[in-house]
């Protein structure tokens, strides 16, 4: 890359106005924490957004929790996925080496659509991207099939908003299982309807591209992510039809669900928590590793507006290496990025000592 690039990335990172990140805490000052966050707030690096925000004042309602319904349509095709993609893997070794590059690529390309796309794109606004890479990302975010975008963000918006509640679509504290699929395999909790139907979700219902997907959803995820993905290896280097459609589609959908899912599991349930000990989202390299640098999860839900969702740049961080590549071309731009200063003192604040400048 030429060194006026690699400067141009760098220069980047010196946004450094200082923030004061979401409260942690009592409960009982939870209210007074949330609007203090909120006024300190009001000059920060990203003023057009705020539902993203965690509000501590906001708990579930004491009481039985409601009946379990279960969506059997979802259990099915989940299962019946899942099965073939184990079936895939044993299809691994007889593929031509043009079709492991070729779930490989779409497995990444997906993943960048959830992760630069739906999540940090779309669910935070943490940067600003042109026609041309938002065209690229909504294509890449209907491979992936995780919703539509605009469904996304408002579960994602509600999962950082009132994050381990009811509320929250994939609440951690009811275990490993439902935050990773079982959530998507029964009816939504009241209090997610409820609360998620009042975010303020107007600066997408506002986006052309993105109203345009939520319309042409249907057709549009059957020919991205299971025609276009199994017909490429078979009609183009003559991969047979069994191979392309169990490892090029199945096998890699079934992978980059995974991926994205474990950073709702385990990466609220395993890791350090540097950055704030007080919430549930954790550090883990090896989530970050399979997402594409989503696992940074503490740092994320502590500076949800930070751009690279991780203290660091591309350190396992393939995401913010793919915003900085596009941020060379002109294709995004106003990155926002947390300043160290404001990093290191909310470390001291409320860390858990974890942290190498602990
Ligand atoms: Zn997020
Ligand atoms: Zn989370």
């Not at 609007?35 to 708990?59: A, F, N, S, V, W």
């Not at 996925?81 to 691994?92: M, R, S």
């Not at 660091?312 to 200063?341: E, P, Q």
């Amino acid at each position: 890359m030429p060194a006026h690039m690699l400067q141009e990335i760098s220069s980047s990172y010196t946004t450094t106005t200082t923030i004061t990140a979401p409260p942690s805490g009592g409960l009982k000052n939870g209210k007074q924490n949330f609007e203090k966050t909120l006024r300190d707030l009001g000059d920060d690096i990203r003023p057009e957004m705020k539902e993203d925000i965690h509000d501590p004042t906001y708990q579930d309602e004491v009481g039985p929790a409601p009946k379990l319904e279960y969506v059997w349509r979802n259990i099915i095709l989940m299962a019946l996925l899942h099965l073939g993609a184990l079936y895939g893997i044993t299809l691994v070794p007889g593929c031509k080496a043009y079709t492991w590059l070729w779930a490989y690529l779409c497995y990444v390309y997906s993943a960048l659509g959830i992760t630069a796309g739906a999540h940090r794109l779309w669910s935070h606004r943490t940067y600003k991207a042109r026609l041309p890479l938002r065209l690229f990302l909504i294509i890449a975010n209907t491979m992936a099939f995780q919703n539509d975008v605009y469904e996304w963000a408002r579960d994602h918006r509600a999962h950082h908003k009132f994050s381990e509640t009811h509320a929250d679509p994939h609440n951690s504290r009811r275990g490993f299982f439902f935050s990773h699929v079982g959530w998507l395999l029964v009816r939504k909790h009241p209090a997610v309807k409820e609360k998620g139907g009042l975010l303020d979700m107007s600066d997408l219902k506002a986006e052309k591209l993105v109203m345009f997907q939520r319309r042409y959803y249907k057709p549009g995820l059957l020919l991205m992510c299971f025609i276009l993905p199994t017909l490429v290896p078979w009609y183009c280097w003559g991969e047979t039809f069994k191979h392309s459609l169990f490892v090029g589609t199945f096998l890699r959908y079934a992978v980059v669900l995974n991926a994205t899912w474990l950073v709702n599991s385990a990466a609220h349930l395993y890791g350090y928590r540097p950055y704030d000990k007080n919430i549930e989202s954790r550090e883990n390299i090896l989530v970050s590793l399979g997402a594409v640098g989503e696992g940074f999860h503490n740092y994320h839900h502590t500076f949800p507006y930070d751009y690279s969702a991780s203290e660091y740049r591309w350190h396992i961080n393939l995401t913010t290496f793919f915003i900085d590549c596009m941020a060379a071309l002109g294709l995004a731009y106003d990155r926002k990025k947390v300043s160290k200063a404001a990093v290191l003192a909310r470390i001291k604040r409320t860390g858990d000592g974890s942290h190498k400048s602990s």
